[in-house]
């Protein structure tokens, strides 16, 4: 079966439409989870209508607008299907790309869409997306074109404990190639926005680079964060009391007069912030003791098991 999750948030022009072109498309059995993010145009009554004239259709609202990323995983919570596809609610993508990408998931864990030809415009999308989109190449090593394409494919598997927050829903693929999963990219067709408005503008960039910085640091250091803080405040401090050791060599040698000295004052600071950025790590491990002992989650993915 598969399960389409989709986000809603102020589209109520779109959804008559996309659920029409969605039935005509899937010919597996099927269900249909609709997310309502908050809308306060008619979004909801529509849904709430359409449900009730079908059979398969699931339809979640939240008291506020909590963002795409929350709107997907409680997407991904509902859904029954052991294929999962995501798709926006603004007829930007095109159903039609689904079948394609299920296809694709007997090779893939997962498949991105690629707008390779995106009709968004230049300055406030595409001009940030392009430069996001080589950060994120860069800094997650995973080579796909398009991170941020809201038509995807996943085999339920991969998703089950996966965990977003803030709006880290546009390095799904990278979470999941980090954990060993395979990632495919097929070109998907796009479309102007027709009905209502983005959500989204320049803002994103700068946010989207700190969620980078995030998902960088938890790759890499989640499970052992002391080799990261470790490190640097280690570098610090020993940066610091050598500056330090030298001044002493200073005073006594040569009897010089550190207070005129401000080569001291960085020597001193170097060794204070090492040490804090030092005992940082340690806390860091504490914590991440905590989680792991008390939420049940592996720091491992099992592909398979023969017993
Ligand atoms: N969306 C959402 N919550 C939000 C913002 C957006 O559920 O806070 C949904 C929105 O309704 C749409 C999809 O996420 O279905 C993509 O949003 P949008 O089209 O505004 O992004 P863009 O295509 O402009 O990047
Ligand atoms: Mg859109």
């Given at each position: 079966?598969?399960?389409?999750v989709?986000?809603?948030?102020?589209?109520?022009?779109?959804?008559?439409?996309?659920?029409?072109?969605?039935?005509?498309?899937?010919?597996?059995?099927?269900?249909?989870?609709?997310?309502?993010?908050?809308?306060?145009?008619?979004?909801?009554?529509?849904?709430?209508?359409?449900?009730?004239?079908?059979?398969?259709?699931?339809?979640?609202?939240?008291?506020?607008?909590?963002?795409?990323?929350?709107?997907l995983m409680?997407g991904f919570e509902?859904a029954?299907?052991?294929?999962i596809?995501t798709?926006?609610?603004?007829?930007?993508?095109?159903?039609?790309?689904?079948?394609?990408?299920?296809?694709?998931?007997?090779?893939?864990d997962a498949?991105?869409?690629?707008?390779?030809?995106?009709?968004?415009?230049?300055?406030?999308?595409?001009?940030?997306?392009?430069?996001?989109?080589?950060?994120?190449?860069?800094?997650?090593?995973?080579?796909?074109?398009?991170?941020?394409?809201?038509?995807?494919?996943y085999r339920k598997e991969c998703l089950d404990d996966i965990?977003l927050?803030?709006?880290?829903?546009?390095?799904i693929?990278?979470?999941l190639?980090?954990?060993?999963y395979?990632?495919?990219?097929?070109?998907?067709?796009?479309?102007?926005?027709?009905?209502?408005?983005?959500?989204?503008?320049?803002?994103?960039?700068?946010?989207?680079?700190?969620?980078?910085?995030?998902?960088?640091?938890?790759?890499?250091?989640?499970?052992?964060?002391?080799?990261?803080?470790?490190?640097?405040?280690?570098?610090?401090?020993?940066?610091?009391?050598?500056?330090?050791?030298?001044?002493?060599?200073?005073?006594?040698?040569?009897?010089?007069?550190?207070?005129?000295?401000?080569?001291?004052?960085?020597?001193?600071?170097?060794?204070?912030?090492?040490?804090?950025?030092?005992?940082?790590?340690?806390?860091?491990?504490?914590?991440?003791?905590?989680?792991?002992?008390?939420?049940?989650?592996?720091?491992?993915?099992?592909?398979?098991?023969?017993?």
């Open positions: 079966m598969i399960s389409i989709v986000p809603v948030y102020n589209e109520e022009e779109n959804i008559i439409p996309l659920f029409e072109k969605l039935k005509k498309v899937i010919k597996k059995e099927y269900e249909i989870i609709f997310v309502d993010d908050g809308s306060f145009d008619k979004s909801y009554e529509i849904l709430k209508k359409i449900h009730s004239e079908n059979e398969n259709i699931k339809c979640i609202k939240f008291s506020r607008n909590f963002g795409k990323t929350a709107a409680a509902t029954k299907g052991d294929i596809v798709i926006d609610a603004d007829l930007q993508n095109d159903p039609q790309d689904i079948p394609k990408m299920v296809e694709m998931l007997n090779k893939y498949v991105s869409g690629w707008r390779y030809n995106r009709k968004d415009p230049f300055i406030s999308k595409k001009l940030p997306s392009a430069i996001s989109n080589k950060l994120s190449r860069w800094l997650t090593g995973l080579k796909i074109h398009d991170f941020n394409c809201g038509l995807k494919a965990e927050y803030g709006e880290m829903h546009r390095y693929p990278a979470i190639a980090w954990k060993g395979k990632i495919g990219e097929v070109k998907v067709k796009h479309y102007p926005r027709k009905y209502g408005k983005s959500k989204y503008g320049v803002k994103r960039l700068a946010r989207g680079l700190f969620d980078l910085i995030n998902f960088k640091f938890w790759a890499g250091y989640s499970t052992r964060p002391l080799h990261l803080f470790g490190g640097v405040g280690l570098i610090m401090f020993i940066a610091g009391f050598l500056i330090d050791l030298y001044l002493v060599f200073l005073k006594i040698l040569y009897g010089e007069k550190l207070s005129e000295r401000p080569l001291l004052l960085l020597g001193t600071l170097l060794m204070i912030m090492g040490f804090q950025i030092f005992m940082t790590g340690f806390l860091a491990e504490i914590m991440i003791r905590n989680y792991y002992s008390s939420s049940n989650k592996k720091i491992y993915v099992i592909k398979e098991k023969l017993e």
